[in-house]
């Protein structure tokens, strides 16, 4: 099987880009942040403090988290419940970033991803998918962009779900989970060693596409 692992900060493009290429190239596309963001969900409604980890380790014995592909799209199902829209909200990813921070969390959410990689060729996307996740995937790209590039993106997705959004507290958001993500101690944000480093600030989401599909297309072993 081949696995690809695409890793990079908050906003840069990577589950865009990530659904595009594994569609051209017939690859089943795995969405690890969804994960975290279910669990930081769960920790929501539950009114628990998301850095609270001997809180979220207990929650942890009551959650169930299943991966299922419904017409090509990625769903998420919190106890068997479907939370693919309620996950995409930046509180939700505040919390996602505060409980990734944790190891039991890291570990609870381990196998669920690698067994992905197992059963098909895979772009799996995240923030050490290259590094913990899948270290000998085949292909490891990071992907980033400036946080001002990243914030105007965000913007602009939002406003295309019809929801505002202040560009000055989304810049804020993204600045400090850049920062959360990569000093947490455990599989803290960072290119992977062998890693091809991928920067889409100045690029059309087309161009990121093609230059993503064709380093897949030209590493794939």
């Not at 600030?201 to 161009?207: A, D, G, H």
């Amino acid at each position: 099987m081949i696995a690809v692992a695409i890793d990079g900060p908050a906003g840069a493009g990577k589950s865009t880009i990530a659904k595009k290429v594994s569609a051209e190239l017939g690859f089943i596309y795995v969405d690890t942040g969804a994960i975290y963001r279910a669990v930081g969900l769960a920790c929501i409604k539950k009114g628990i403090d998301e850095g609270d980890s001997k809180a979220v380790n207990k929650l942890l014995k009551d959650i169930d988290i299943r991966i299922i592909f419904f017409n090509g799209e990625q769903h998420i199902l919190l106890n068997d419940e479907d939370i693919s829209g309620e996950i995409r909200t930046e509180t939700v990813s505040m919390a996602a970033s505060t409980v990734s921070a944790i190891p039991e969390v890291r570990e609870f959410l381990l196998d669920l991803q690698r067994n992905f990689a197992k059963a098909d060729n895979v772009i799996m996307d995240g923030r050490d998918i290259g590094t913990v996740v899948l270290p000998n995937a085949q292909v490891k790209i990071f992907l980033t962009a400036s946080p001002e590039v990243r914030a105007k993106r965000r913007v602009a997705q939002l406003a295309e779900k019809g929801e505002s959004a202040d560009y000055d507290t989304v810049l804020e958001d993204i600045v400090k989970r850049d920062y959360n993500d990569s000093h947490r101690e455990i599989a803290p944000l960072k290119p992977a060693d062998s890693a091809f480093i991928v920067d889409t600030s100045e690029i059309t989401l087309e161009e990121s596409v093609r230059k993503i599909a064709d380093i897949i297309k030209e590493n794939m072993e």
